[in-house]
């Protein structure tokens, strides 16, 4: 299949062209208007420093139903036990710049490159990307956190990170029920991890994916901070 190099137009190909490996287009800029409309399609941004912006649309699609969310008896333990305070859109630039910081397995150089960094605290200005905090209940230091984009219905992440055991996955099930409380459809994993497959995520076509994101339009957005301290574990 080929691979679409896109211009200045705010334009994607259809996503059901992109390469057996889920690779779409090259090109074009990380602006707040292009990557809503890329989220919107199915589409996402992935690319090393040194390589040109690649976009990508993978199939099957990895995603979590709220609804599906397995939650273990060891981290219902760790909840209950209140050793992580979770705050929503506090620090969204320190979590992203953590995420970034993080080596991970197989990996030479961090895809967080400095103008995603930039493009992403631009789109949490406009009200469209969010932070989630775990703090350590004790000594108040950051112990954790994830980021990632709100549209309509769905929540589509981005990166996580975690300085203490445990702490990511508490920040993910606490978002995960609040976003059912919100009345949220969809969490977009893109990318298979064990981490969050143990967590309920599963692989889904594209087709389905694509589906569900031309139903998920006809929902309203709730733009601005998502400002929501929780000291208190959710129910399990």
């Not at 976009?55 to 609804?67: A, G, I, M």
């Not at 960094?117 to 209940?137: D, K, P, Q």
């Not at 769905?154 to 996580?160: K, L, N, P, R, V």
Request: charge should be positive; include cysteine.
């Amino acid at each position: 299949m080929p691979v679409y190099l896109l211009t200045n137009e705010l334009v994607f190909p259809p996503p059901h062209l992109a390469s057996e490996e889920g690779l779409l287009a090259v090109g074009g800029d990380l602006s707040v208007k292009r990557l809503l409309l890329a989220y919107r399609q199915g589409i996402f941004p992935w690319y090393s420093s040194g390589e040109p912006l690649l976009w990508w649309s993978p199939d099957p699609r990895f995603v979590l139903y709220p609804q599906e969310l397995k939650v273990s008896k060891s981290m219902k333990q760790v909840l209950k036990k209140q050793q992580f305070n979770i705050t929503f859109d506090t620090c969204f630039s320190d979590v992203v710049t953590a995420c970034r910081r993080v080596l991970r397995p197989g990996q030479s150089s961090t895809w967080i490159t400095q103008p995603m960094v930039a493009a992403y605290c631009r789109l949490h200005r406009a009200g469209f990307a969010h932070s989630v905090e775990v703090w350590n209940s004790e000594t108040g230091e950051l112990a954790g956190g994830l980021y990632g984009v709100s549209l309509g219905g769905h929540f589509y992440g981005e990166s996580m990170f975690s300085h203490q055991s445990n702490a990511s996955k508490a920040g993910f099930i606490v978002l995960v029920k609040q976003l059912q409380t919100w009345g949220f459809t969809l969490v977009d994993c893109q990318l298979h991890t064990q981490h969050l497959e143990s967590l309920g995520a599963k692989h889904i076509p594209r087709s389905h994916f694509l589906q569900l994101l031309k139903e998920n339009r006809q929902k309203q957005t709730v733009r601005g901070n998502w400002q929501l301290d929780i000291t208190m574990p959710p129910v399990l």
